[in-house]
């Protein structure tokens, strides 16, 4: 599965990882995570990540 970067703040989502204390599980496509979910470092949404 392919990692996204926070285009803000440079955090990795790992699907391998997941988020699991923003109730992301491990194994979590990031196409999967809910729409509603923000990055855990600097708090923006989905749209500001890219493929890395």
């Given at each position: 599965?392919?990692?996204?970067?926070?285009?803000?703040?440079?955090?990795?989502?790992?699907?391998?990882?997941?988020?699991p204390?923003n109730?992301?599980?491990?194994?979590?496509?990031?196409?999967?995570?809910?729409?509603?979910?923000?990055?855990?470092?600097?708090?923006?949404?989905?749209?500001?990540?890219?493929?890395?």
């Amino acid at each position: 599965m392919q990692k996204y970067e926070c285009d803000v703040c440079g955090y990795i989502y790992d699907p391998a990882l997941g988020d699991p204390d923003n109730g992301v599980a491990p194994g979590t496509a990031f196409a999967d995570i809910p729409e509603d979910w923000v990055c855990p470092e600097c708090g923006v949404d989905k749209n500001s990540f890219s493929e890395v």
